[in-house]
């Protein structure tokens, strides 16, 4: 046991995964003893409704991330698809054709990134800053300055939706992040996945076609974006411009602190669920305290910082 | 080595996130320590909110569109006094940027840990619809404030004065300025802002009543920035060299008509008094330019007003009270329906001083 445990600690990906369970464990205990609400079943199904959209768009954002790539654009993504689909359902069209087509949107959106990217060889920063400020200008567009609300009752009673006290959304987020877990450790996609962002020449010569995989990823990062966009869309019934502003840096603040290497190649999807975890109780937890939002940036940010520390390396 | 390695990290993570908790605890106020938690099911909601309505009888809440801001730290300030003076815990906390998503996670966490009274001004009114009807049916009492939120339960909303009667009263302070005539441009954040809307129209169909002598000969958007809002002012000046008025109806809109115009001044461009300027500002902006002689007065109010009304008309629902029984020191309040107006104040040269909020 000892030894699977130091083995297992070796991987760089998954010390963080041990560190996030000494740390989370730790960190609901002291909520729980210091809040007298922290412990019931209706915070924690809030705290599930929160974190279940910022679940979803992390899963592909950390794929993302292993091949080396980034994906900025994701806040704006979803922008573009609530408020997208907001207008369609206001126009009244039937609800499934307004999910078809708000995934699609959200396809065409991740293609555009993935075309920069794969095909255009733009480096990922560059493009998806691009689009992250393009997609939101689109925003303003399509709204107009004003919010789009007025949505039917039968679309937004879908947050409200509990499968054995575990919010539907929720739901949603484990069974994609099941399949996300199982793909990159047991299938050849995902060792396809890790090895282009581990070395991308040597994959290319090993026939690995990189720019195929990346152009993918980014499309399926469009999709789930969509997907994500929806289940926020219900909880507010209302789209502003705003809409999901900042979604990317909380996505990748939750991504980090799960161990995912921004360079590229290493990291695992169970740091970056536990990642998503650990931040959302905590700012639950101050927000029961009473912190202000400044305070909880700060203390979130270094936390970031502290899980990032590598201390030098014995040679061996 | 590896081990130890993780052993120290470890600690250092343990030690930055007690430091996190014991510097929120300093910050903020222990809300109900002794009540013990024992919602055991969802369901059984009814008990659930006798046991809150306990933990948060004397807990507020007011979530602001951001914080971090001198606006809104003002409106703290007035929140926090009035909390004080009648015996409540307030917690003041909104997202770091304008964000509703983070307000209605504020808000639900808020509502789980257990309080009496909620204030909310929304960055997007109907997306708090919800939480508000949640809030509602826990039986916490809702007030918008600085913002309302029309299309929600909301018991009240606290603002300074309503939107016509505001633009009204610019319209009739510019027109004074100018004498009843000549070409007036309008500086506005918003084209399709409610509040930006409302104002500027109802300051248009007063001149057009009033003083049809007054041309109202451009409307300029400033997407409420600084720097916009200064270059929207010098075209101005290029574009109607005849120009005899500038009416901002945001914060941003007057200094910087003022700026601009001041800059015209000192270099030969424009004389002193050609052109009027005025509109709605806050202390801090505009002490330069009423100072210079720009600006002649500027309609404002005190966003610790604002906090303070909130706290007091939050205050009045839970006693029973209603809202003529409400006694403030130096504050006179004007109910209309659903609405606590606080009033504006007036900034002249003279009395910019003696304002402290930002």
Redesign the interface.
Known sequence: MRKFLADYIKKDGNRNVVLLIVYLVIQTAAFSILLPNFMTVSNFQNLMRQSAELGMVSIPLAIVLMTGNIDLSIGSVMGVCAISMARMLRAGLPIPAAVLFTVCIGALAGSLNGFCVAKLHLDGLVATIGTQVMLRGFCYILTGGRSVSGLPSEFTRVSKMYVLGVPISFLLMLAIFAVAIFVMQKTRIGIQVHAVGYNARASRFSGIEADKIKFRLFVMSGCVAAIASMFMLMRFASAESEFANGYDTDTLVAILLGGINIAGGSGNMLGAFLGLITVAILKNGLNHIGMTATYQQFIVGLLIVISAVRLPKKRD | ???R??K???I???G???A??L???G???E???????A????ADAAK?NAE?GE?GGKSLFLCPK???YDYWTSCETGAKAAADELGYDL????????????Q???M???M???IAGLGISA?????V??TIATAKEKGIYTVAFDSDSP?SDRDYCVIPESDAAMGEQLAEMIAQEMGGEGKLAFMVA????ENQVSKFEAAEAYIHENYPDIEIVATLCSDDENEHAYENAQTLLSTYPDLKGILGFAGAEAPQAAAAVGQAIDNGDLEMGQICVTGIGFPSQCREGLKSGVLKQILSWNPQETGKVTVYVLDALLNGKTIEEIEIDGIELRLDGSYVYHGCVLLTPENVDDYNYA
Do not use: H, W, Y
């Open positions: 080595m590896r081990k390695r993780n120290v990290l470890a250092v993570l343990c930055g996130l007690m996190g908790i510097g929120g605890c910050a903020g106020q809300a109900s320590q002794d009540t013990a938690p919602a055991e099911e969802t659930e809150q933990a951001c914080v971090g917690t003041f906390n909104g997202p770091a940027a304008t964000d509703s998503a983070q209605i996670t504020m639900e966490d808020a789980t840990q257990g960055n997007d009114a109907d997306a619809v919800d299309n918003s084209l399709s802002a």
